[in-house]
C-alpha cells in the first residue's frame, strides 16, 4: 500500500471515528431531552387517564352538566401532551438512532388521545342526553326510536375517530420500546379498544335497532339460549329458547319453550346443507335442534333453528339472536341483583352456577320431564334479565358496557334475515364467522362439541397459544398451535341428569370433540396429542381444512393438543402485502372460563425470517 493510500485511509478512519462520536453524543443528549420532556407529556397524558376516568363515571350517572366540565379540562390536557410531543426537537428526534421508536411511539399516543378528545368525545356527550334519557335503552318496555335516530350521526362520527386512533396504536411496534415506554403504550392501546369497541356497538345500534325493533313495521325474533355446560361449536347445546315481538320500539317476550321438548327431532333434514359440512357434522346439524351449532357458522345455525321453528309453528321469524349465562352476568353487573320467581335471586357473581350447576342438583335422570323443567328454569332468568332491560334498569352506559362485552366475546351472536341489515353486522364478533379471506391475519378456528351426552363442561377449562412458523418455498407459511384442555370436575357426587350418558366410559370422565380448522385455503398437519400422534378425522368447511379429534378426560386431568397448520398460498394479484408482518388469529368456542389465549406476530416471509 502506498504512503497516500495509508493517508486516505487513515482520514477514512479518523471521520468515522468523529462521526460515531458526534452520533453519540446526539443520542445521549436527545435522550437527556427526552427524558425530561416525557415526564411533560406523561404527566398530561395521566391527569387525561384520570379525568376520562371521571366522564365516563359522569356519563353513567346521567351527569352531563358535569360531563361538560370535565371534557373541557380533558381536552386542555390532552392538548398540552400533544403539544409537548410535537416541537422540533421530538420530530427529529424520532428519526435519532437508539431513542427514535420510543419518541415516535410517545408521539402517536398523544396524537390518537387528542383525537379522541377533541373529535369524538363532544359528540358522544352531545348525545348523551338523549342516550341517557331513554334513546339507547327500553324504558317501559319502549325503546324512543327518534332520539336513537337523531344520535345516529353523532354516535358514527365518533366511532370513526375512535377506530382511526385505533389502528394508529396497532402500528408501533412494542418489542422495540424500552419497558416504561412500552407499559404506556399498553395502557393506551387497551384504553382506546375500549372505547372503541363501545363506540362501535353504539354506532351500530343507531344504525340497525330502528329497523329491526320495528321502525317500518312489526319484527319477531327467535332468541335461543346456549348452554355451554354441555359445549357446542358457537357457545352451547340450544336448550330453552324465546319469542321476541318488536313494534315501534316496544319489545315484549310472547312466548316460551325448549328445543328438545317443543321442536323435538326431525326425520329428515329441515334445509339442504354444503355436502362438505354434511359430510363433517352428519344429519344431526340438520335434524336435531340441540346440535344446530355443532358448525361455528351462526348464519348456519340461525337458517336451521328459523326453519325448525317455522315447521313446528307455522311462523317465520325475522331473525335469530342467542346469549349465554355468561353473557346474562354480564348484564346483571350493570342492573344489579334480581329477584326469581321461584328460588334465589339473580346476581352478577353466582348467575352461571346457579343455572349451569346448582340448577341440576336433585334431578334423577335425563328423562324429558327434566330437561322441560331445566329449559323452563333457564327460560325464566332470561325472561327476568330481559323485563328488566325493557323497563330500563341498569345505566344506560353500563348496559351498553356489559353487551359490547358480551359481544365481543361471542356470547351475543345476531343474524338478521333482511340482507341489507345483516350487512351491518359484516366483520364483528356478533355475526359469528371466521373470515372468508385472511389476508396478514390468517386466522384459526379451535372449537368444542360435546362428546359424552352429559353436562360436564361447566368444568372445563383451557388454552390456546398460536406462533408463526416456517416459511415454504410458494410463499405459504407454517403456524403452530397448542391447545391446552384441563377437567376440573369432581370425581362423584354429581346427579345422573349432569353425568348424562356416559360417553366417554366412566361417568365423571369428560369426552370433548376438537375442531381445529387452518387459514383459509390452508391445511392441517401433524397433529398430536400429549406428545404422540393423535387419531384425527378429516374434513373441510368454507375454504377451510379442518382436523377433528376426541380428547378425553377425567377429573383433574390436563391434556395439551399441539398441530402444524399451514396458511393458505399468497394471491399473485396482492403485491402490496409483501413484507407485511404475519398476524395470526386465534377464534375459540367461547366456554364458561375464559380461555387463556396468546398469539405472536411473524416477519413476512422474504423478510429476512
Known amino acids: 500500500m502506498t504512503r497516500l493510500a495509508r493517508l486516505r485511509r487513515r482520514l477514512r478512519t479518523r471521520r468515522r471515528l468523529v462521526a460515531a462520536a458526534v452520533v453519540t453524543a446526539l443520542v445521549l443528549g436527545f435522550g437527556g431531552y427526552v427524558a425530561a420532556s416525557t415526564v411533560s407529556v ?18 353513567v350517572a346521567r351527569d352531563v352538566t358535569g360531563a361538560h366540565a370535565t371534557l373541557a ?33 410517545v408521539r402517536t399516543v398523544a396524537a390518537a388521545v387528542d383525537d379522541i378528545a377533541r373529535q369524538a368525545l363532544p359528540g358522544l356527550v352531545d348525545a348523551a342526553d338523549d342516550i341517557t334519557g331513554g334513546g339507547l335503552l327500553p324504558s317501559g318496555g319502549r325503546l324512543a326510536l327518534d332520539p336513537l335516530r337523531a344520535a345516529a350521526p353523532a354516535l358514527a362520527a365518533a366511532d370513526e375517530v375512535a377506530q382511526r386512533a385505533r389502528r394508529q396504536l396497532d402500528t408501533i411496534r412494542t418489542e422495540d420500546l424500552i419497558p416504561r415506554v412500552r407499559t404506556a403504550v399498553a395502557q393506551a392501546a387497551d384504553g382506546v379498544d375500549r372505547l372503541a369497541a363501545l363506540t362501535a356497538s353504539a354506532a351500530r345500534a343507531a344504525r340497525l335497532l330502528p329497523t329491526m325493533l320495528g321502525g317500518d313495521r312489526p319484527r319477531t325474533y327467535l332468541m335461543i339460549f346456549q348452554n355451554p355446560a354441555e359445549i357446542r361449536a358457537s357457545g352451547g347445546m340450544p336448550g330453552a329458547f324465546a319469542v321476541l315481538r318488536a313494534d315501534h320500539g316496544a319489545v315484549s317476550m310472547v312466548s316460551q319453550g325448549g328445543a328438545a321438548a317443543d321442536l323435538k327431532a326431525f326425520e329428515k333434514p329441515v334445509l339442504p346443507v354444503d355436502p362438505a359440512m354434511q359430510k363433517l ?27 325448525m321453528y317455522r315447521v313446528r309453528t307455522g311462523v317465520t321469524v325475522d ?59 333457564f327460560a325464566t332468568a332470561a325472561r327476568t334479565v330481559f323485563e328488566s332491560l ?124 376438537v375442531l381445529i ?57 396482492a403485491p402490496a402485502a409483501a413484507g407485511a408482518p404475519v398476524e395470526p388469529a386465534l377464534q375459540l368456542t367461547p366456554a364458561v372460563t375464559q380461555w387463556k389465549i396468546s398469539t405472536e406476530t411473524g416477519k413476512a416471509c422474504g423478510s429476512g425470517d
Open 281 to 307: 357434522y352428519g344429519d344431526r346439524l340438520t335434524t336435531f335442534p340441540a346440535n344446530v351449532n355443532l358448525t361455528p357458522h351462526f348464519p348456519t345455525t340461525a337458517t336451521l333453528i328459523r326453519e
Open 517 to 573: 380448522f387452518s387459514p383459509t385455503g390452508g391445511g392441517v398437519d401433524d397433529v398430536r396429542l400429549d406428545g404422540k400422534p393423535a387419531l384425527v378425522g378429516a374434513g373441510s368447511e368454507r375454504r377451510r381444512s379442518v382436523a377433528v379429534v376426541m380428547v378425553d378426560l377425567a377429573p383433574g386431568q390436563r391434556r395439551t393438543l399441539e398441530a402444524t397448520l399451514v396458511t393458505g398460498a399468497p394471491p399473485r394479484d
Open 42 to 59: 406523561y404527566r398530561h397524558l395521566t391527569a387525561a387517564a384520570g379525568l376520562l376516568e371521571r366522564l365516563q363515571q359522569q356519563a
Open 319 to 377: 331473525g335469530v339472536v342467542s346469549v349465554d349465562p355468561v353473557a346474562l352476568s354480564y348484564l346483571l353487573g350493570a342492573t344489579g341483583p334480581l329477584a326469581m320467581p321461584d328460588g334465589p335471586p339473580l346476581r352478577a357473581e353466582t348467575v352461571v352456577r346457579l343455572l349451569l350447576v346448582d340448577a341440576y342438583l336433585g334431578v334423577d335422570g335425563p328423562d324429558l320431564a327434566a330437561v322441560k323443567a331445566k329449559d323452563q328454569y
Open 73 to 105: 379540562a380533558l381536552q386542555e390536557e390532552t392538548a398540552a401532551a400533544r403539544s409537548a410531543g410535537d416541537t422540533l426537537g421530538w420530530r427529529v428526534g424520532s428519526h435519532v438512532p437508539l431513542v427514535g421508536t420510543d419518541v415516535l411511539a
Open 390 to 513: 325493557t323497563g330500563g334498569a341498569g345505566a344506560p352506559l353500563a348496559v351498553l358496557a356489559a353487551l359490547a362485552k358480551a359481544a365481543g366475546e361471542r356470547r351475543i351472536l345476531l343474524w338478521n334475515a333482511d340482507p341489507a341489515e345483516q350487512a351491518l353486522l359484516d366483520g364483528t364478533p356478533m355475526q359469528g364467522v371466521l373470515p372468508l379471506y385472511d389476508g396478514a391475519a390468517p386466522t384459526v378456528g379451535v372449537f368444542l362439541n360435546d362428546g359424552t351426552g352429559a353436562k360436564l363442561s361447566y368444568y372445563l377449562s383451557g388454552g390456546a397459544a398460536l406462533t408463526t412458523g416456517d416459511c415454504l418455498a410458494d410463499g405459504r407459511r407454517q403456524l403452530r398451535l397448542r391447545v391446552t384442555l384441563g377437567s376440573d370436575a369432581p370425581d362423584h357426587g354429581l346427579p345422573d341428569y349432569v353425568l348424562g350418558l356416559r360417553l366417554g366410559g366412566d361417568a365423571y370422565t369428560m369426552r370433548t370433540q
